[in-house]
């Protein structure tokens, strides 16, 4: 899978790509969003006692904010060998936080429904960025949602817009769905787009959302799906 540009391609769904990445630059990087920033969302849909699941964790401080933050099982995983051996290295005194390498698109290790919540901070972007995108974001997808509890909680933090992710996501059948927005840049607080806490308008095809924010907002998009079995029932009864 590879991320065409005008100065060349990376393959961002290798994990060969990735060990690189974390052989040259071991030091900690979060991408789009801190915890701090993040935490007052994650506080109106996921519990300390949750068992929370980070898809795509590389070296990110996100686990360990959570953590010290008082949440009690939070698990993360990566396609990269390298980063998950020097995150279990990092973090061998806290064994809150548990480190394993592992596929996205295919997390047969962990059981259906055994997770109450999954936070995405850029995976799936990743794999939209590449060749077989569509098929790739919906093997992801499946997994998330099968390894969710009902009313199980997938937050998916990215760049795409309702325009590019809405329809993906509602193309499942799995969840109901709640958007929120927050600034990519810090701002002073007159000057915030949106509030984080406050969700947005969001009507079926998103468009209500340039109407609240703007079509141009600098934001991250957040979705909150929340997993609602029924939904993936009702529709396979339409197809008999």
């Known amino acids: 899978m590879t991320l065409g540009t005008s100065t060349g391609s990376h393959a961002y769904g290798e994990p060969s790509y990735w060990d690189q990445r974390y052989r040259q630059d071991p030091g900690p990087f979060d991408w789009y969003q801190k915890y701090k920033t993040l935490a007052p969302l994650f506080d109106l849909y996921i519990s300390r006692s949750h068992r929370v699941l980070l898809v795509g964790c590389g070296n990110s401080t996100l686990g360990e904010g959570m953590v010290s933050d008082g949440y009690q099982d939070v698990v993360n995983i990566d ?10 290295q990092k973090y061998e005194d806290k064994p ?26 850029g995976t799936l972007d990743s794999l939209m960025c590449g060749q077989n995108a569509y098929h790739n974001a919906k093997k992801m997808l499946e997994e998330v949602g099968r390894i969710l509890k009902d009313k199980g909680i997938y937050i998916l933090i990215t760049y795409g817009d309702p325009s590019y992710r809405l329809q993906l996501l509602k193309d499942l059948h799995l969840w109901t769905i709640t958007m929120h927005a ?59």
């Open 79 to 88: 396609v990269s060998s390298v980063v998950i051996e020097a995150m279990c």
């Open 96 to 121: 809150e936080l548990k480190y394993i390498k592992m596929d996205v698109r295919d997390m047969n290790t962990f059981e259906s429904g055994s997770f109450d919540a999954v936070i995405d901070k």
């Open 182 to 240: 927050i600034d990519r840049m810090e701002k002073s607080p007159e000057q915030k787009t949106w509030e984080l806490t406050k969700p947005l308008p969001l009507n079926k095809d998103g468009t209500s959302l340039n109407t609240a924010i703007g079509s141009n907002a600098e934001v991250h998009y957040i979705y909150v799906c929340i997993k609602d079995e029924c939904l993936r029932q009702q529709a396979e009864a339409k197809e008999i």
